[in-house]
Protein backbone atom coordinates (compact mmCIF):
# COMPACT_ATOMS: atom_id res chain seq x y z
CA UNK A 1 0.00 0.00 0.00
CA UNK A 2 2.87 2.26 0.18
CA UNK A 3 2.19 5.63 -1.60
CA UNK A 4 -1.76 4.99 -1.33
CA UNK A 5 -1.44 6.48 2.30
CA UNK A 6 0.43 9.44 1.79
CA UNK A 7 -1.93 10.41 -1.61
CA UNK A 8 -4.73 10.15 0.50
CA UNK A 9 -3.62 12.64 3.15
CA UNK A 10 -2.48 15.02 0.08
CA UNK A 11 -6.27 14.87 -1.18
CA UNK A 12 -7.84 15.53 2.37
CA UNK A 13 -5.50 18.53 2.56
CA UNK A 14 -6.11 19.70 -0.71
CA UNK A 15 -9.94 18.92 -1.08
CA UNK A 16 -12.99 20.94 0.35
CA UNK A 17 -13.38 19.93 4.21
CA UNK A 18 -17.27 19.83 4.24
CA UNK A 19 -17.60 18.01 1.13
CA UNK A 20 -15.34 15.50 1.53
CA UNK A 21 -16.98 14.98 5.25
CA UNK A 22 -20.02 14.65 3.79
CA UNK A 23 -19.28 12.14 1.34
CA UNK A 24 -17.47 10.14 4.33
CA UNK A 25 -20.40 10.20 6.18
CA UNK A 26 -22.69 9.17 3.12
CA UNK A 27 -20.47 5.89 2.50
CA UNK A 28 -19.81 5.06 6.57
CA UNK A 29 -23.89 5.25 6.82
CA UNK A 30 -24.24 2.66 4.21
CA UNK A 31 -21.62 0.66 5.69
CA UNK A 32 -22.95 0.11 8.92
CA UNK A 33 -26.61 -0.33 7.77
CA UNK A 34 -25.58 -2.77 5.46
CA UNK A 35 -23.11 -4.17 7.88
CA UNK A 36 -26.22 -4.32 10.78
CA UNK A 37 -28.60 -6.14 8.29
CA UNK A 38 -26.32 -8.86 7.10
CA UNK A 39 -24.59 -9.13 11.06
CA UNK A 40 -27.03 -7.72 13.59
CA UNK A 41 -27.38 -4.74 15.40
CA UNK A 42 -25.19 -5.69 18.35
CA UNK A 43 -21.05 -4.80 17.45
CA UNK A 44 -19.95 -7.38 19.40
CA UNK A 45 -20.78 -10.12 17.49
CA UNK A 46 -20.83 -8.25 14.21
CA UNK A 47 -17.04 -7.62 13.01
CA UNK A 48 -18.24 -5.95 10.37
CA UNK A 49 -20.49 -3.81 12.51
CA UNK A 50 -17.64 -3.66 14.96
CA UNK A 51 -14.79 -2.05 12.14
CA UNK A 52 -17.86 0.28 10.85
CA UNK A 53 -18.53 1.94 13.96
CA UNK A 54 -14.48 2.47 14.44
CA UNK A 55 -14.50 3.63 11.12
CA UNK A 56 -16.99 6.37 12.21
CA UNK A 57 -15.67 7.50 15.16
CA UNK A 58 -12.29 8.43 13.90
CA UNK A 59 -14.26 10.39 11.24
CA UNK A 60 -16.03 12.09 14.10
CA UNK A 61 -19.37 11.02 13.32
CA UNK A 62 -21.88 11.84 15.62
CA UNK A 63 -23.56 8.88 17.88
CA UNK A 64 -26.88 9.58 16.63
CA UNK A 65 -26.13 9.40 13.29
CA UNK A 66 -24.58 5.73 14.18
CA UNK A 67 -27.36 4.70 16.33
CA UNK A 68 -30.12 5.84 13.17
CA UNK A 69 -27.75 3.63 10.72
CA UNK A 70 -28.04 0.96 12.83
CA UNK A 71 -31.53 0.66 13.44
CA UNK A 72 -31.97 1.18 9.74
CA UNK A 73 -29.99 -1.67 8.91
CA UNK A 74 -32.25 -3.97 11.48
CA UNK A 75 -35.48 -2.66 10.63
CA UNK A 76 -36.14 -0.75 13.73
CA UNK A 77 -36.42 2.49 11.44
CA UNK A 78 -37.39 2.62 7.85
CA UNK A 79 -34.54 2.72 5.23
CA UNK A 80 -32.93 2.31 1.85
CA UNK A 81 -32.06 -1.48 1.08
CA UNK A 82 -28.70 -1.40 -0.57
CA UNK A 83 -27.11 -4.29 -2.70
CA UNK A 84 -23.50 -5.02 -2.67
CA UNK A 85 -21.76 -5.31 -5.70
CA UNK A 86 -17.63 -5.17 -6.96
CA UNK A 87 -17.02 -4.08 -10.45
CA UNK A 88 -13.87 -5.40 -11.96
CA UNK A 89 -11.94 -3.60 -14.41
CA UNK A 90 -8.68 -1.94 -16.11
CA UNK A 91 -7.62 1.40 -16.16
CA UNK A 92 -4.98 3.52 -18.50
CA UNK A 93 -1.60 1.38 -18.92
CA UNK A 94 -3.86 -2.15 -17.97
CA UNK A 95 -4.12 -1.08 -14.15
CA UNK A 96 -6.06 -3.58 -12.24
CA UNK A 97 -8.73 -1.70 -10.35
CA UNK A 98 -11.66 -3.69 -7.66
CA UNK A 99 -14.77 -1.05 -6.92
CA UNK A 100 -17.10 -1.95 -3.90
CA UNK A 101 -20.52 -0.36 -3.89
CA UNK A 102 -23.43 -0.04 -2.22
CA UNK A 103 -26.31 0.87 -4.49
CA UNK A 104 -30.18 0.54 -4.69
CA UNK A 105 -30.13 1.07 -8.40
CA UNK A 106 -27.20 -1.25 -9.54
CA UNK A 107 -28.51 -1.08 -13.48
CA UNK A 108 -28.13 2.82 -12.63
CA UNK A 109 -24.45 2.09 -10.76
CA UNK A 110 -23.01 0.05 -13.62
CA UNK A 111 -24.01 2.57 -16.48
CA UNK A 112 -22.23 5.08 -14.72
CA UNK A 113 -19.41 3.18 -13.71
CA UNK A 114 -18.89 2.09 -16.80
CA UNK A 115 -19.14 5.61 -18.17
CA UNK A 116 -16.57 7.14 -16.12
CA UNK A 117 -14.33 4.29 -17.12
CA UNK A 118 -14.89 4.67 -20.85
CA UNK A 119 -14.39 8.42 -20.86
CA UNK A 120 -10.74 7.76 -18.88
CA UNK A 121 -9.22 5.34 -20.83
CA UNK A 122 -10.43 2.48 -18.61
CA UNK A 123 -13.16 -0.59 -19.04
CA UNK A 124 -14.91 -3.26 -17.45
CA UNK A 125 -13.53 -6.48 -17.22
CA UNK A 126 -15.15 -10.16 -17.04
CA UNK A 127 -15.54 -11.19 -13.47
CA UNK A 128 -12.73 -13.13 -11.75
CA UNK A 129 -10.08 -11.31 -14.24
CA UNK A 130 -9.10 -9.09 -12.02
CA UNK A 131 -9.98 -9.99 -8.08
CA UNK A 132 -7.80 -13.18 -8.24
CA UNK A 133 -4.67 -10.07 -7.98
CA UNK A 134 -5.81 -9.20 -4.45
CA UNK A 135 -5.93 -10.22 -0.93
CA UNK A 136 -8.31 -9.17 2.03
CA UNK A 137 -6.81 -7.75 4.69
CA UNK A 138 -7.14 -5.39 7.36
CA UNK A 139 -5.13 -2.18 6.97
CA UNK A 140 -4.06 -0.24 9.83
CA UNK A 141 -2.10 3.54 9.06
CA UNK A 142 0.23 5.22 11.99
CA UNK A 143 1.54 8.60 10.58
CA UNK A 144 4.69 9.15 12.14
CA UNK A 145 4.14 12.76 12.29
CA UNK A 146 2.20 11.58 15.78
CA UNK A 147 5.71 10.55 17.69
CA UNK A 148 5.12 7.27 17.71
CA UNK A 149 7.81 4.39 18.61
CA UNK A 150 8.26 1.95 15.76
CA UNK A 151 9.31 -0.50 18.36
CA UNK A 152 6.35 -0.24 20.50
CA UNK A 153 3.89 -0.31 17.55
CA UNK A 154 5.53 -3.23 16.25
CA UNK A 155 5.49 -4.60 19.95
CA UNK A 156 1.60 -4.04 20.13
CA UNK A 157 0.83 -5.12 17.02
CA UNK A 158 2.37 -8.21 16.49
CA UNK A 159 1.26 -9.36 19.73
CA UNK A 160 -2.27 -9.04 18.94
CA UNK A 161 -1.77 -10.90 16.33
CA UNK A 162 -0.76 -8.82 13.25
CA UNK A 163 0.54 -10.30 10.20
CA UNK A 164 2.90 -7.63 9.35
CA UNK A 165 4.03 -4.00 9.48
CA UNK A 166 5.32 -1.89 6.86
CA UNK A 167 7.47 1.44 6.68
CA UNK A 168 5.53 3.79 3.92
CA UNK A 169 7.46 6.47 3.91
CA UNK A 170 5.54 9.23 6.35
CA UNK A 171 3.70 6.39 8.06
CA UNK A 172 4.03 2.78 9.00
CA UNK A 173 1.06 0.21 7.63
CA UNK A 174 0.04 -2.41 9.65
CA UNK A 175 -1.31 -5.96 8.02
CA UNK A 176 -3.64 -7.78 10.07
CA UNK A 177 -6.18 -10.70 8.63
CA UNK A 178 -9.33 -9.09 8.17
CA UNK A 179 -10.68 -10.26 11.71
CA UNK A 180 -8.38 -9.26 14.17
CA UNK A 181 -8.17 -5.87 12.39
CA UNK A 182 -10.31 -4.17 15.07
CA UNK A 183 -8.59 -5.63 17.92
CA UNK A 184 -5.38 -5.10 16.77
CA UNK A 185 -6.01 -1.56 16.37
CA UNK A 186 -7.11 -1.46 20.06
CA UNK A 187 -4.37 -3.21 20.62
CA UNK A 188 -2.26 -0.61 19.02
CA UNK A 189 -4.07 2.59 20.68
CA UNK A 190 -3.87 1.10 24.17
CA UNK A 191 0.08 0.31 23.51
CA UNK A 192 -0.28 4.82 23.32
CA UNK A 193 -0.08 4.99 19.65
CA UNK A 194 -2.44 6.94 17.84
CA UNK A 195 -4.23 5.68 14.77
CA UNK A 196 -5.13 7.58 11.76
CA UNK A 197 -7.20 5.34 10.21
CA UNK A 198 -7.82 1.32 10.29
CA UNK A 199 -10.21 -0.81 7.53
CA UNK A 200 -10.13 -3.77 5.83
CA UNK A 201 -8.91 -3.04 2.20
CA UNK A 202 -8.12 -5.34 -0.96
CA UNK A 203 -4.41 -5.52 -0.68
CA UNK A 204 -2.37 -6.48 -4.50
CA UNK A 205 0.05 -9.29 -4.38
CA UNK A 206 1.84 -6.95 -7.03
CA UNK A 207 1.94 -3.49 -7.98
CA UNK A 208 2.46 -1.94 -11.86
CA UNK A 209 4.29 0.72 -12.72
CA UNK A 210 3.48 3.26 -15.37
CA UNK A 211 5.03 6.43 -16.68
CA UNK A 212 4.56 9.52 -15.47
CA UNK A 213 1.18 10.33 -17.81
CA UNK A 214 -0.38 7.62 -17.32
CA UNK A 215 0.11 7.40 -13.46
CA UNK A 216 -1.60 10.20 -13.35
CA UNK A 217 -4.46 9.35 -15.87
CA UNK A 218 -5.09 6.13 -13.78
CA UNK A 219 -5.11 8.14 -10.39
CA UNK A 220 -7.76 10.70 -11.95
CA UNK A 221 -9.47 7.93 -12.68
CA UNK A 222 -9.20 6.35 -9.12
CA UNK A 223 -10.42 9.35 -7.54
CA UNK A 224 -13.11 10.08 -10.40
CA UNK A 225 -14.50 6.62 -9.71
CA UNK A 226 -14.23 7.33 -5.47
CA UNK A 227 -16.37 10.16 -5.82
CA UNK A 228 -19.26 8.44 -7.02
CA UNK A 229 -22.22 8.35 -4.05
CA UNK A 230 -22.53 4.58 -4.38
CA UNK A 231 -19.09 3.42 -4.50
CA UNK A 232 -17.57 2.61 -1.02
CA UNK A 233 -13.63 1.73 -1.69
CA UNK A 234 -11.94 2.04 -4.67
CA UNK A 235 -8.53 -1.13 -4.70
CA UNK A 236 -5.62 -0.54 -7.74
CA UNK A 237 -2.38 -2.26 -8.22
CA UNK A 238 -1.24 0.87 -8.94
CA UNK A 239 2.20 1.77 -8.48
CA UNK A 240 2.69 5.63 -7.24
CA UNK A 241 6.28 6.94 -7.56
CA UNK A 242 7.38 9.51 -4.71
CA UNK A 243 8.65 12.15 -7.39
CA UNK A 244 4.67 12.05 -8.87
CA UNK A 245 3.17 12.42 -4.92
CA UNK A 246 5.62 15.30 -4.16
CA UNK A 247 4.51 17.10 -7.22
CA UNK A 248 1.27 16.88 -6.44
CA UNK A 249 2.10 18.09 -2.47
CA UNK A 250 3.70 20.87 -3.56
CA UNK A 251 1.29 21.83 -6.52
Known amino acids: ?47 RLRSAISAAKQSNMPADNVERAIKKGTGELPGV ?44 AEAGSVAWMFDQKGLIVVEKSSGASEDDL ?24 PAKCESVR ?12 AETARVPQNRVALDRRETLQAMRLLDLIEEHDDVQKVSSNLEIPDEVLDELEAQ
Not at 87 to 116: C, F, K, M, Q
Open 154 to 177: MMAALEAGADDVKDSGDSWEVLTP
Open 186 to 197: AAIANAGVAVAS
Open 81 to 124: TYEESIYESYGPGGVAILVDVLTDNRNRTTSEIRHILSRNSGRL
Open 1 to 47: MSGHSKWATIKRKKGKADAERGRIFTKLIREITVAARNGGGDPNGNP
